[in-house]
């Protein structure tokens, strides 16, 4: 029976064409999702640091999904720091995700640097649905709460940080 379900799980990886699949569990199985992409909260304290839970579904590319993953997490970090209107610097860091992370925002006029953003975990799940390879990627990502205190200070409280209220001020 075991051989069956093995030859079963196989044929089911080649056929779909994905990298990973999560096979049927049963009563007696652990989960093998990750307990942190099991959790609906995207952001998770921890003494010392601050998790974030990048997620994306997206059809085609697994690749590309990991990417969008990824961005989602820098996304919520963004959203703790009150940054609004960011992108990442450098576009090629998506694909290694390793620090430093540079944001600009402000409309482009300024910079951040974020020293030790630091990808910890990726998972990913894959479903043929109709000929179509469906990727759902998580990526845990951390920043040590230290270097969100600095951050917070780095960005200028009480003022637009898309940009919009600083050149008023400017122009005074």
């Known amino acids: 029976m075991a051989f069956i379900r093995l030859v ?35 952001v998770i304290e921890e003494p010392g640091r601050l998790l974030f839970v990048g997620l994306a579904t997206e059809a085609g590319n697994e690749e590309d999904v990991k990417r969008l993953a990824l961005l ?3 996304e ?14 450098d576009e090629a860091w998506l694909d290694s995700g390793e ?11 300024r910079t951040i640097e974020i020293t030790d953003f630091m990808q910890i975990d ?11 390879r469906i990727y759902k990627v998580f990526v845990l990502t951390s920043v040590p709460k230290p270097e969100i205190e600095r951050l917070k ?13 600083e050149k008023e001020e400017d122009a005074k």
């Open 153 to 165: 200070g780095e960005i200028k409280p009480g003022k637009s940080n898309d940009g919009e209220g």
């Open 72 to 74: 989602n997490s820098v």
């Open 76 to 89: 919520l970090l963004a959203d703790h720091l009150e940054l609004k209107g960011f992108s990442v610097s």
């Open 8 to 42: 079963t799980v196989i044929f089911l990886i080649f056929s779909a064409g994905c990298t990973s699949v999560v096979p049927e569990k049963n009563s007696s199985q652990q989960a093998l999702t990750p307990v942190w992409a099991n959790k609906s909260v995207r």
């Open 122 to 132: 990726i998972y990913t799940e894959c479903e043929n649905v109709l000929g179509k």
């Open 99 to 109: 620090s430093p992370l540079v944001l600009v925002y402000a409309g482009g006029e």
